[in-house]
């Protein structure tokens, strides 16, 4: 089995700095691509951020200059590290692993989410 957990959520006032972390567990052989996705109330979830294994990122346009998002492949585990938050990045904020597992076989998994919500 395999788990996406995903840590540092919180109420951060605008202006303010949040990092969120996704750790994945279980029979992993490999990762590949990993992604930031979020959701506000009565809205679709999006895309934030995404990060191939090698390191290639890719950012919504509404975050670029704002957010970075990173991994540590030995660790299994992806940051987003957000700065210059603004109210509408208030949302549940998910975590997304493609995953190849024991079998070598890909499957994407999605972590519990962590709820950011951002002050004005």
């Known amino acids: 089995q395999v788990q996406l957990v995903e840590s540092g959520g919180g109420l951060v006032q605008a202006g303010g700095s949040l990092r969120l972390s996704c750790v994945a567990s279980?029979?992993?052989?490999?990762?590949?691509?990993m992604g930031w996705y979020r959701q506000a109330p009565g809205k679709q979830r999006e895309l934030v951020a995404v990060?191939?294994?090698?390191?290639?990122?890719v950012y919504a346009d509404s975050v670029k200059g704002r957010f970075t998002i990173s991994r540590d492949n030995a660790k299994n585990t992806m940051y987003l590290q957000m700065n210059s938050l603004k109210p509408e990045d208030t949302a549940a904020y998910y975590c997304?692993?493609?995953?190849?597992?024991?079998?070598?076989?890909?499957?994407?998994?999605w972590g519990q989410g962590t709820q950011v919500t951002v002050s004005s």
């Open positions: 997304n692993a493609d995953i190849v597992l024991g079998s070598y076989t890909a499957k994407g998994y």
């Open positions: 279980g029979s992993i052989l490999s990762i590949n691509n």
């Open positions: 990060i191939s294994s090698g390191g290639m990122t």
